[in-house]
């Protein structure tokens, strides 16, 4: 009897212990494994597994774009161009970033055909992709929260649940129990899995019949209990995750309301009267909330969202992560020139590219989809992580004067803390239209109205009362120049200039320049500034005038004066030497060791950038080996300054 005990005990201890390592919920709140509240912040990786028309700039369903690509290059390339397109799309680099920028958690779609082709029958390479982002989040802490974003038959008529327009889930038992069994075999292998954060069930029904939406998700949920009795589950509601008044009441005790925010769901400003209904939802039934997609806006829509969901204890999972030639995602994809020539056929405008020039339009485009080919968007980062966002401008780039300040490089920040334009969201308050807010579509997604001329971007459209906030670090005390670049057909705009909210050239008038797309400089004043970081700013009094670029220059810097302050270290040396320096200006530096006959024993260069610099000297000889012990002196010549400083080798060989 002791024994049986004992083993009792054993057992309620490691199943207590089990538990006791997944997220879980409690009460109104999802909690962590000890316990404490916590909020979910993630990113949804569509696009990847569940390819989207809009994102891949195709149009057309999962099924739509796969059949366009056959029809360029055939069945055996499509098969490998999509096999290297899910390879690159999402990597462990991506779920590394995220981790890195402060997201902890990623939704992950999944088409149900990857994983079982047949009813039945399951896929282990579609799996052994689910496993991939499983272990990568793992080693990086991060959540995975799997999402069927495509059920046997579609759960909707719409593209992104890869339907012909017809929603075939609801009208087949077959589907039904399809899709049931898959989720019973996404938990028996996923079960003991501590990062998977949960089960999203389905992603965005749409039935006339919400109980039929609450039945086969009660029905997903009994399947995955027979094998999971760990993870959470994302209950969705009917219409794309909105309604939930036929899904009441909950049907387990570790499940979660999901539902979805968008501006056209909306069709009104973010306010708190727009989640009232879901607040009452989730005291009512005793039941946590989630935001499982939201976003396709401007910063400004986001943070205020962010703000509002947060506030009241919800946690989210932005849409999305990574898409091709992107302002409002973290992440994203350069275009190409080739698969341009593609999608201008798709859309009418182009004759058919051959199989050779497609073949290498598709290849170019996976190819670009490689995190270390995209661009990252900190800026919409920012409006989704920093808790400053909204109260602090901070820069976005680093401006040291002497220099050239790019307009579109303005500070991070939100709405009147870093800018303010006319135009900076698409709230869909009148009704459903869709609101532009940066009207270029290019680099930065705010209300700044940004575009692209070769390879500069400037700021256009420009109206009455707007303004722009850097943040700049003055090297040198000095007396500077200040001139501006602008372009306007015949419209003579007015600007002024703050430095730290004091006005210090008034009223300037930017000439028109007789046509957009004729830039000019134009002198705007002199001003005396002191050595430190400042912030300036540029307030549009009459707009209509195009803007690119100041330029603050000084004497010092006009006569290619380099080094100023500098610092040698360490010293004594045994391996490496830093030389660490502000520089006025951009240029070739040239740096020589000599020992203590006069002998040079060591010469090389490097390109100073305006600002802090720290050049890496490893001090070898001819024969690659370290110098031998001794005194020795670097010089340092700038072609304007000659520095001299000794320092001491010793050698360990």
Same mark, same amino acid.
């Given at each position: 009897?002791?024994?049986?005990?004992?083993?009792?005990?054993?057992?309620?201890?490691?199943?207590?212990?089990?538990?006791?390592q997944?997220l879980?919920?409690?009460g109104?709140d999802?909690?962590?494994?000890s316990?404490?509240?916590?909020?979910?912040?993630g990113?949804?990786?569509?696009?990847?597994?569940?390819?989207?028309g809009?994102?891949?700039?195709t149009?057309?369903?999962p099924?739509?774009?796969?059949? *366009?690509?056959? +029809?360029?290059?055939?069945e055996?390339s499509?098969?490998?161009?999509? *096999?290297?397109?899910?390879?690159?799309?999402?990597g462990? *680099?991506?779920?590394?970033?995220?981790?890195?920028?402060?997201?902890?958690?990623v939704?992950?779609?999944?088409?149900?055909?990857?994983?079982?082709?047949?009813?039945?029958?399951?896929?282990?390479?579609?799996?052994?992709t689910?496993?991939?982002?499983?272990?990568?989040c793992?080693?990086?802490?991060i959540?995975?929260?799997? +999402?069927?974003?495509?059920?046997p038959?579609?759960? !909707?008529?719409?593209a992104?649940?890869?339907?012909?327009?017809?929603?075939?889930l609801w009208?087949?038992?077959?589907?039904?129990?399809?899709?049931?069994?898959?989720?019973?075999?996404?938990?028996?292998?996923?079960?003991?899995?501590?990062?998977?954060?949960?089960?999203?069930?389905?992603?965005?029904?749409?039935?006339?019949?919400?109980?039929q939406?609450?039945?086969?998700?009660?029905?997903?949920?009994e399947?995955?209990?027979e094998?999971?009795?760990?993870?959470i589950?994302?209950?969705?509601g009917?219409?794309?995750?909105r309604?939930f008044?036929d899904?009441?009441?909950?049907?387990?005790?570790?499940?979660?309301w999901?539902?979805?925010?968008y501006?056209w769901?909306?069709?009104?400003?973010?306010?708190?009267?727009?989640?009232?209904?879901?607040?009452?939802?989730?005291?009512?039934t005793?039941?946590?909330?989630?935001?499982?997609?939201?976003?396709e806006?401007?910063?400004?829509?986001?943070?205020?969202?962010?703000?509002?969901?947060?506030?009241?204890?919800?946690?989210?999972?932005w849409?999305?992560?990574?898409?091709?030639?992107?302002?409002?995602?973290?992440?994203s !994809?350069?275009?190409?020139?080739?698969y341009?020539?593609?999608?201008n056929?798709?859309?009418g405008?182009?004759?058919?590219?051959?199989?050779?020039?497609?073949?290498?339009?598709?290849?170019?485009?996976?190819?670009?989809?490689?995190?270390?080919?995209?661009?990252?968007?900190?800026?919409?980062?920012?409006?989704?992580?920093?808790?400053?966002?909204?109260?602090?401008?901070?820069?976005?780039?680093s401006h040291?004067?002497?220099?050239?300040?790019q307009?579109?490089?303005?500070?991070?920040?939100?709405?009147?803390?870093?800018?303010?334009?006319?135009?900076?969201?698409?709230?869909?308050s009148?009704?459903?239209?869709?609101?532009?807010?940066?009207?270029?579509?290019?680099?930065?997604?705010?209300?700044?109205?940004?575009?692209?001329?070769s390879?500069?971007?400037?700021?256009?459209?420009?109206?009455?009362?707007?303004f722009?906030?850097y943040?700049?670090?003055?090297?040198?005390?000095?007396?500077?120049?200040?001139?501006?670049?602008?372009?306007?057909?015949?419209?003579?705009?007015?600007?002024?200039?703050?430095?730290?909210?004091?006005?210090?050239?008034?009223?300037?008038?930017?000439?028109?320049?007789?046509?957009?797309?004729?830039?000019?400089?134009?002198?705007?004043?002199?001003?005396s500034?002191?050595?430190?970081?400042?912030?300036?700013?540029?307030?549009i009094n009459?707009?209509?005038?195009?803007?690119?670029?100041?330029?603050?220059?000084?004497? !010092?810097?006009?006569?290619?004066?380099v080094i100023?302050?500098? *610092?040698?270290?360490?010293?004594p040396?045994?391996?490496?030497?830093?030389?660490?320096?502000?520089?006025?200006?951009s240029?070739?530096?040239?740096?020589?060791i000599?020992?203590i006959?006069?002998?040079?024993?060591?010469s090389?260069?490097y390109?100073?950038?305006?600002g802090?610099?720290?050049?890496?000297?490893?001090?070898?000889?001819?024969?690659?080996?370290?110098l031998?012990?001794?005194?020795?002196?670097?010089?340092a010549?700038d072609?304007q300054?000659?520095?001299k400083?000794?320092?001491?080798?010793?050698?360990?060989?």
């Open positions: 009897m002791k024994f049986l005990k004992n083993s009792l005990f054993s057992l309620i201890f490691q199943i207590s212990t089990l538990f006791g997944f879980s919920t409690s109104m999802i909690v962590d494994p316990g404490n509240p916590f909020i979910l912040k990113m949804g990786l569509g696009g990847w597994l569940v390819p989207e809009y994102m891949l700039l149009g057309g369903s099924t739509d774009i796969r059949n *366009k690509f056959i +029809d360029l290059i055939g055996d499509t098969a490998a161009i999509m *096999k290297r397109y899910e390879e690159n799309y999402v462990e *680099k991506d779920i590394e970033q995220l981790a890195k920028w402060g997201f902890n958690s939704r992950v779609p999944f088409h149900y055909k990857s994983l079982s082709p047949n009813f039945g029958e399951y896929d282990p390479k579609g799996f052994a689910l496993d991939s982002v499983i272990k990568w793992s080693k990086h802490e959540y995975a929260i799997l +999402d069927m974003h495509v059920a038959g579609s759960q !909707s008529g719409d992104n649940a890869d339907s012909d327009g017809e929603a075939r009208t087949s038992k077959l589907n039904q129990d399809w899709s049931v069994d898959i989720w019973g075999e996404i938990a028996r292998r996923y079960q003991s899995e501590i990062w998977v954060g949960g089960y999203d069930l389905l992603n965005e029904p749409v039935h006339s019949n919400g109980r939406v609450r039945e086969l998700q009660k029905i997903m949920a399947k995955i209990r094998f999971d009795k760990n993870h589950l994302f209950v969705n009917n219409y794309w995750s309604a008044e899904l009441v009441p909950k049907f387990d005790d570790n499940m979660v999901a539902f979805h925010y501006s769901m909306v069709n009104t400003s973010v306010s708190k009267n727009t989640i009232q209904y879901l607040i009452d939802l989730r005291k009512n005793n039941t946590p909330l989630w935001l499982g997609e939201c976003g806006n401007s910063n400004e829509w986001f943070v205020q969202l962010r703000t509002l969901i947060e506030n009241n204890n919800i946690g989210w999972a849409w999305n992560y990574k898409k091709i030639g992107t302002i409002n995602a973290p992440v !994809s350069p275009t190409d020139p080739i341009q020539e593609i999608l056929y798709w859309g405008s182009g004759s058919k590219p051959n199989f050779d020039r497609s073949l290498l339009g598709l290849s170019n485009m996976v190819e670009n989809l490689k995190f270390e080919n995209c661009e990252l968007k900190e800026d919409v980062v920012a409006s989704l992580l920093s808790k400053d966002f909204q109260v602090k401008n901070l820069p976005f780039k040291f004067i002497p220099g050239v300040i307009l579109a490089d303005y500070d991070l920040g939100s709405l009147g803390v870093a800018y303010y334009d006319r135009d900076y969201i698409d709230d869909r009148d009704g459903g239209s869709f609101k532009a807010w940066n009207k270029g579509y290019q680099y930065r997604n705010d209300g700044v109205d940004i575009e692209k001329n390879d500069q971007y400037y700021i256009s459209h420009t109206e009455n009362g707007e722009l906030r943040t700049i670090n003055i090297i040198k005390s000095d007396l500077y120049d200040f001139s501006i670049t602008s372009s306007s057909a015949s419209i003579e705009s007015e600007i002024t200039v703050k430095l730290d909210n004091e006005s210090i050239f008034q009223k300037v008038t930017l000439p028109a320049t007789g046509q957009y797309g004729i830039w000019k400089d134009h002198a705007i004043g002199q001003l500034l002191k050595k430190g970081v400042s912030t300036l700013t540029l307030i009459r707009g209509g005038a195009n803007i690119r670029s100041f330029q603050i220059t000084s004497q !010092s810097s006009r006569d290619g004066e100023l302050s500098h *610092k040698l270290y360490p010293n040396v045994s391996e490496t030497i830093n030389f660490q320096f502000e520089a006025l200006t240029k070739k530096v040239s740096f020589d000599y020992n006959l006069g002998q040079q024993v060591w090389g260069s390109v100073s950038q305006s802090f610099n720290n050049f890496t000297i490893q001090p070898m000889g001819n024969g690659r080996k370290y031998p012990s001794g005194l020795y002196f670097l010089i010549n072609g300054k000659i520095l400083e000794k320092f001491i080798m010793l050698n360990k060989d």
